[in-house]
């Protein structure tokens, strides 16, 4: 449980500071920690949930919120969540590693190659 608390802050911290929300490493480590895929996935929306709380605030603190365009992707990621588990629940778990496993290697190629504009 203490590697957990360890992997948290750490996370915590890569997280609230980038706005990636976090899942996209506590997946992976809840997977390579021997939780089933769907398990883990449910199980980072605890930890984004307190997390996303937390960076809220700490963000509003410093000022640094659009809250009409928050909002608006609020709505849209509430709707969209009430999807997700369902296809979740519908792929094999070798099919759901590879599908995000691609996303994460090509939003890191997207925001890599966008780094290198301008």
């Given amino acids: 449980m203490i ?4 992997l948290g802050l750490l996370v915590g911290v890569l997280s609230s ?6 899942g ?3 997946v992976p480590l809840l997977i390579a920690m021997g939780k089933d895929v769907k398990i883990a996935v449910g ?3 605890i930890f984004i949930l307190f997390t996303a709380i937390s960076a809220l605030i700490a963000h ?3 000022s640094r919120l659009d ?3 928050g909002i608006a992707l609020a709505v849209g990621g509430v709707l969209g969540a009430q999807l997700g588990p369902m296809l979740l629940q519908q792929a094999p778990d070798n099919l759901f590693k590879r599908i995000f496993s691609v996303m994460l290697i090509g939003t890191g190629i997207w925001l890599f190659a966008s780094t290198t504009k301008g």
């Fill in 60 to 62: 509003f603190k410093v």
């Fill in 3 to 6: 590697t957990a608390v360890i």
């Fill in 43 to 45: 199980t980072s929306f």
């Fill in 24 to 26: 996209f490493l506590v």
């Fill in 67 to 69: 809250w009409e365009m």
């Fill in 17 to 22: 500071g980038t706005g990636l929300g976090g």
